[in-house]
């Protein structure tokens, strides 16, 4: 009787750590080939119920119009290529934005074609309709944004009243939108925990672990487990089509910043998983062609950053310590994964144990709107704050929409779409999953710029391919804005600039200031850490339909990134047609981000308040300290150690008794997750001094980032040295 229990909770809730094998004759039970001590994550491994949640999933996302329709119903839909998971109140705000804004767009272009269509049919029987149609003329239209690819977006908080909140917002209230979004849903964690993280992300993290942890058959909500097979037990896999997926969120607060990564990891454990799980699996009639084929995903965070300084207003210590604990947790895996081969092993037990919850992680400050009022001459003290949140969601939602269309693919769209809206696909130029898994990794930061077509709409054609456009676009100016402090462009009404400042606003004015009056030379700009040290590059460039760029705007565009960027090893291009009225221009800034003032200064402040010792918390001792370590030669770990406690001390940013706290928490574990083996006690997620080693060793690599320019080799003699020379 004991044996047969055990086998059970093998099968249903222990599937990483396994105790018997499984019976031969149960061929789709597929339990992991190695064991872990330090992820537990529960992963679903029958196929048939991983293709059973996916089916569950798809018909609520694509329900059907006309049931009775037996092709429709024969016909399965593909999930959309792209998912956004928006963690906490900030990043489920900033998804749900998203959603609406695709939902708009969508509703706009179906409506319009469909007047269109409307007029054409009332015109099919007047005698115009035979001359247009001979000499192929057409009303003329106005360029318009074309933006049909409608992400599968999932909005999950650790508040039970995320729902209400939703559905009685001023989205959620107009022009049933929750009702028709069906490719939203909201993920409902209340049973786990109903009040917050309560601004410490070591409780976020340690609640997210509870979830992730725990057999999804168990869970109150039905929904989760359809939403877990999709997010965690199937990416990869052919039954899931989705492929990229972004986690947003911010790093100030407990719930996001401490869920974000947990749930970014359980996801990576999964696929890496399945990527060393080489045995053939047997197929029924039911799964057929759904086994798990290796397929590459590209995941990314999206993280807000807190103001570091406003204006004479001191901000929260407690928002600067929850990014730097963030920060310094992405920094030490990264590092783990990318470069900690002291010790290389390709076992799959080693590689397993290095694994980082994102491909990258994209770095947006919160000080955007900030800057954009500095600018603009106006008095910042007006500016409340919902109005500074909702300028900052616009621009993350700007930069998400660039990326999903720079790698959308046809089946994203509606089957009719580029048939109407008149453009040639062989014309893009896109990024695919596996473009953005192998450009972009570690920190990130986006520069963004747009501009209208320049002239009248009407003289689009006259814009040829190798034409001279001094009239025109300016280019200079469209990269110029690109890299400038955050601003309002009030002719496309975008918000512009860089993501993350390279230094302190003041010294980043003077310096760009310098670099115009210089006509655009770069020799001060890219001496700059942030661009000096950027190992690779992606320039996303989107186009109206009608708008063709010129050869030597593009050749300028180039000879700018080259200019400022002198160490890129990689530079990708993707160029994107008719999804915007204008044309923009999004740089990706790879790894360099991380040595920028902001991000040293949060992972500073992190450190001194939770691990210091003694008087190294209140002076600048470990400030300078800090430096040393990135700047010099050889890291002095003694030196770190004789200032840095083991582990990070929660009870400093919870500013309360920690020890009465921890055994709350780990008594609710223990309540949901029955397994004794699978128990973790929250002291096991602090983050080690050992994980700020591993931080300072990625900063030190990334500074010491430089290529050697390509030289050429020749076996003929040199007869003429100074035309080897030139």
């Not at 084929?293 to 950053?305: A, D, N, R, Y």
Request: hydrophobic share 35%.
């Amino acid at each position: 009787m004991t044996n047969k229990i055990n086998t059970e909770r093998t099968v249903q809730d222990d599937v990483v750590i396994v105790k018997n094998a499984p019976k031969k004759n149960s061929p789709q039970i597929l339990p992991p080939s190695f064991a872990s001590d330090r992820y537990m994550y529960f992963t679903e491994r029958d196929l048939n119920k991983i293709l059973t949640n996916l089916d569950a999933l798809r018909s609520s996302v694509f329900p059907l119009v006309n049931p009775d329709n037996e092709i429709e119903s024969r016909k399965q839909q593909n999930f959309p290529s792209v998912c956004l998971i928006g963690l906490g109140r900030c990043g489920s705000n900033i998804a749900l934005d998203v959603a609406s804004l695709v939902y708009n767009a969508r509703n706009f272009y179906l409506n319009e074609f469909n007047n269109e269509e409307k007029q054409t049919r009332e015109q099919e029987y007047r005698p115009m309709r035979w001359i247009k149609r001979s000499l192929n003329l057409s009303d003329t239209q106005a360029v318009k944004p074309v933006f049909l690819i409608e992400p599968l977006v999932m909005l999950g908080d650790l508040d039970k009243d995320i729902e209400g909140r939703i559905r009685f917002s001023h989205k959620g209230e107009k022009s049933g939108f929750l009702h028709d979004y069906t490719k939203m849903k909201i993920m409902d964690l209340s049973e786990v925990h109903a009040g917050g993280a309560g601004n410490a992300p070591i409780l976020g993290q340690y609640l997210a672990k509870i979830i992730l942890n725990k057999d999804t058959q168990r869970f109150a909500n039905a929904d989760w487990k359809h939403i877990h097979s999709y997010l965690i037990d199937s990416c990869g896999i052919k039954a899931n089509q989705s492929r990229l997926y972004f986690y947003i969120f911010s790093a100030g607060g407990g719930t996001g910043s401490g869920m974000a990564s947990e749930f970014g990891l359980a996801q990576q454990y999964a696929y890496m998983s399945k990527t060393f799980d080489t045995r053939t699996m047997g197929e029924d009639e039911e799964n057929r062609g759904h086994s798990f084929v290796f397929e590459p995903i590209f995941t990314s965070g999206i993280c807000i950053l807190p103001n570091i300084s406003d204006h004479g207003v001191e901000m929260s210590e407690a928002l600067h310590i929850n990014a730097g604990r963030l920060l310094c947790k992405y920094l030490a895996e990264e590092w783990d994964f990318s470069y900690n081969f002291d010790n290389e092993d390709s076992s799959e037990s080693s590689v397993m144990h290095r694994i980082r919850p994102w491909n990258a992680m994209m770095l947006i400050s919160n000080d955007i709107m900030r800057y954009a009022e500095e600018t603009d001459d106006g008095g910042i003290q007006h500016i409340d704050v919902n109005a500074m949140e909702k300028y900052a969601n616009q621009y993350i939602s700007q930069q998400i929409f660039n990326i999903l269309t720079a790698q959308a693919v046809t089946t994203d769209y509606d089957e009719n779409y580029f048939r109407r809206a008149g453009i040639d696909i062989g014309e893009t130029i896109r990024l695919d999953a596996n473009d953005l898994f192998m450009s972009l990794a570690g920190p990130v930061a986006v520069a963004y710029a747009e501009s209208v077509i320049p002239g009248d709409s009407s003289n689009a054609e006259k814009l040829k391919l190798f034409e001279k456009t001094g009239t025109g676009l300016n280019i200079d100016d469209l990269f110029f804005r690109s890299i400038d402090l955050p601003h309002f462009n009030k002719v496309t009404q975008a918000i512009e600039g860089i993501s993350l400042l390279p230094i302190e606003s003041g010294r980043y004015r003077e310096t760009l200031a310098s670099y115009v009056k210089n006509g655009y030379n770069a020799a001060e700009l890219k001496d700059l850490h942030f661009f000096k040290n950027c190992s690779s590059v992606v320039s996303i460039v989107s186009l109206p339909k009608d708008y063709k760029l010129s050869y030597m705007d593009l050749n300028r565009l180039k000879s700018h990134l080259n200019a400022l960027f002198p160490n890129t090893t990689l530079k990708r291009y993707a160029l994107v047609i008719g999804a915007s009225a204008n044309i923009s221009l999004t740089t990706l800034i790879v790894k360099s981000p991380c040595l920028s003032d902001d991000f040293l200064t949060l992972i500073v402040a992190f450190i001194k308040r939770c691990f210091a010792k003694d008087n190294y918390r209140f002076d600048e001792q470990l400030d300078q300290a800090m430096l040393e370590f990135i700047r010099a030669e050889h890291f002095d770990e003694e030196a770190l150690d004789k200032m840095l406690h083991e582990f990070e001390n929660p009870a400093k940013i919870l500013d309360t008794n920690w020890y009465a706290i921890k055994p709350m928490y780990e008594k609710k574990y223990r309540e949901l997750i029955h397994n004794k083996d699978k128990f973790v006690s929250i002291n096991d997620i602090r983050l080690s001094r050992d994980s700020v080693k591993k931080a300072i060793k990625y900063l030190r690599e990334i500074y010491r980032h430089k290529i050697s320019k390509t030289k050429v080799i020749s076996l003929n003699p040199q007869t003429n040295k100074k035309a080897v020379a030139e």
